[in-house]
């Protein structure tokens, strides 16, 4: 059974930073391209940032509100996926899920995580 | 970006009726190589994580009840439940993976 499991989040002041970790188990985690999905309260789903497996050169890609802020990065020894997150803004608000992409297309995301929260605020 | 668009924002609807969610893209999402929309729709039911319903805009994912069918190419797409259940009561977010991916607001639905 596939799992992820989010971990990192809490209450952090503007201009902050934050270390998001997801464990994953249940599948083989080197070989999965992964993703972080974000919601703001209230609101609608938005795609943060994806990394693809080592073997396909563990490229990153970032959406632009949080490019240059954001990073993620995986230890497959671990299984893990982290998402360093710096100089947090208030509309950085969100619940933060861990997602997996699917071997049909790599931005279709078919297991997530329960999410952690984020909260930016002075 | 291709952004997406849903409606609409709510709906309340009977139980055993239909229900029609509709998703449009600024831009066409249909990848001619291989004739498939990169649309895909998930259900979000409250405290819980999205769940991946349907993909390609129309092949349902393992364990997907019949009642859910997605239809539609190139920018028009919509959901629909045949027969809505109480267990159905969630929010429908359709996403594009063509690119950059970009999900609808949302359509949140209720029992009338």
């Known amino acids: 059974e596939v799992q992820l499991v989010e971990s990192g989040g809490g209450l952090v002041k503007p201009g902050g930073s934050l270390r998001l970790s997801c464990e994953a188990s249940?599948?083989?985690?080197?070989?999965?391209?992964m993703s972080w999905v974000r919601q703001a309260p209230g609101k609608g789903l938005e795609w943060v940032g994806r990394?693809?497996?080592?073997?396909?050169?563990?490229?990153?890609e970032y959406a632009a509100p949080v490019k240059g802020r954001f990073t993620v990065s995986r230890d497959d020894s671990k299984n893990t996926l982290s998402l360093q997150m710096n100089s947090l803004k208030t509309e950085d608000t969100a619940v933060y899920y861990c997602?997996?992409?699917?071997?049909?297309?790599?931005?279709?995301?078919?297991?997530w995580g329960q999410g952690t929260l984020v909260s930016v605020s002075s | 970006d291709i952004v997406m668009t849903q409606s609409p924002d709510s709906l309340a609807v009977s139980l055993g009726e239909r229900a029609t969610i509709n998703c449009k893209s600024s831009?066409?999402?249909?990848?001619?190589?291989?004739?498939?929309?990169?649309l895909a729709w998930y259900q979000q039911k409250p405290g819980q994580p999205p769940k991946l319903l349907i993909y390609?805009?129309?092949t349902r994912e393992s364990g997907v009840p019949e009642r859910f069918s997605g239809s539609g190419s190139g920018t028009d797409f919509t959901l629909t439940i045949s027969s809505l259940q109480a267990e159905d009561v969630a929010v429908y977010s359709c996403?594009?993976?063509?690119?950059?991916?970009?999900f609808g607001q949302g359509t949140k639905v209720e029992i009338k």
């Open positions: 831009q066409s999402v249909l990848y001619s190589s291989n004739n498939k929309n990169y």
């Open positions: 990394i693809k497996s080592k073997s396909d050169g563990e490229t990153t």
């Open positions: 997602t997996t992409g699917s071997v049909l297309s790599g931005f279709l995301f078919d297991y």
């Open positions: 249940g599948f083989i985690f080197s070989g999965a391209w």
């Open positions: 996403q594009q993976h063509y690119t950059t991916p970009h």
């Open positions: 390609w805009a129309s």
